[in-house]
């Protein structure tokens, strides 16, 4: 029986562990390992934030989307889904409410939008940068090319988000139609980072037909790209696509995940996502508590909150930005953290 423990001892010292190893991790762990894991990544990122937590207001400002991806709720194809845009003004008026509530990030998320040209990006990032200079800008809009990647970047654009999803081939097309490419979506995180950005990957725990072959490679791949930011969260399914009848995620495997993250890549931000807060009402704050560092409450408007639902009975889509901000602070609180007016920027090791 290989010793666990020792396993997580070796991946604390060097930061990662052989593929071999982590297969044997990840199919062979305990309760009491997890809680091991979870102790030593508390403490890391104490070491490295103390009690702090970061915020993300995020603002999903368009739930149209030219892909099709098989485990995504606003996919192309679902005709169910109302779509919409925010105007400028919706957007400028989130962020308004967003740095008066004490947010120095704003996420800009969205489908991949035909509708939005580049000039049209850059307009809206100069117009958030301009008008909040002290901010951090963090997009969340898909592949593009280099050259848009570059002009968002000089528009003012300090972050990208970009799931890689699965590192592996045969995975990837099992959760994503033939338009779309591992290769493709490795290289934008390529020239992402070349460029200059702080760049965040991450993928979906449990998604269908995961093995815990794949996550060792999602590990190994974050570890060589090695971004500023990792989002995971358990897969959960949305009742209109073509994996309405596939299992959740685990809870758990998240956590440990979120766990072993922390302890490859000690000065990374991860968030404790709204996923986790969907599959267990204390989800995030136990993603705190395994080693997580960031919240991302939603700043959009509470009329098209329901619309940008990737998942079923995702939380927080009826309450006012001022309410999730003021809940997460008492969450946060209640675990002996504190959530942090800041732009909470990745700081690299010396
Ligand atoms: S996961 Fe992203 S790219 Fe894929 S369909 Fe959903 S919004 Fe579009």
């Known amino acids: 029986m290989p010793n666990m423990k020792s396993l997580i001892d070796t991946l604390e010292i060097k930061g990662t562990l052989s593929k071999e190893e982590f297969v044997e991790l990840l199919s062979g762990y305990t309760e009491e390992d997890t809680e ?3 102790e030593k990544a508390a403490k890391t990122a104490n070491q490295y934030f103390d009690n702090k937590v970061y915020t993300r207001g995020l603002i999903e400002f368009t739930n149209y989307c030219k892909n099709d991806c098989y485990y995504c709720g606003i996919r192309r194809s679902n005709t ?5 845009r925010l105007s400028d003004e919706d957007i400028l008026s989130c ?5 008066e509530l004490g947010f120095r990030t704003f996420v800009l998320q969205g489908g991949e939008d035909l509708r939005y040209s580049d000039e049209d990006m ?3 990032i100069s117009s958030i940068k301009k008008n909040y200079p002290d901010c951090a800008l963090t997009l969340s ?3 593009k090319s280099y050259d848009s990647y570059l002009a968002f970047y000089k528009a003012g654009a300090d972050r990208y988000l970009l799931r890689h999803e699965t590192a592996n081939e045969e995975h990837y097309r099992k959760l994503h139609p033939a338009s779309l490419s591992l290769q493709v979506r490795k290289q934008c995180l390529r020239d992402l980072k070349a460029i200059g950005y702080q760049v965040g ?12 072959d794949n996550l060792a490679e999602d590990l190994l791949f974050i570890k060589e790209l090695s971004p500023a930011m990792v989002g995971i969260g358990p897969y959960l399914p949305h009742h209109d696509t073509p994996f309405a009848e596939e299992k959740q995620g685990s809870m758990e495997l998240t956590l440990f995940l979120i766990s072993i993250l922390r302890l490859m890549i000690p000065n990374a931000l991860i968030p404790a996502t709204t996923a986790l807060g969907t599959i267990h009402p204390l989800g995030r704050e136990k993603g705190i508590m395994s080693g997580a560092n960031v919240v991302m409450p939603n700043l959009s408007p509470v009329s098209v909150r329901k619309q940008y639902e990737l998942y079923d009975n995702k939380i927080c889509t009826g309450e006012e930005a001022a309410e999730c901000r003021f809940c997460l602070q008492n969450r946060m609180h209640q675990i002996g953290y504190e959530i942090v007016t800041a732009r909470g920027d990745f700081v690299p090791l010396q």
Request: proline content about 3%; some cysteine; aromatic content about 16%.
């Open 201 to 212: 990957t991450g993928f979906m725990v449990g998604s269908p037909y995961q093995t815990a």
């Open 95 to 99: 962020c308004e409410q967003g740095y």
């Open 122 to 124: 850059i307009r809206i």
């Open 80 to 84: 169910n889904v109302v779509r919409y």
């Open 36 to 38: 091991y894991a979870r």
């Open 141 to 143: 809009i898909g592949e």
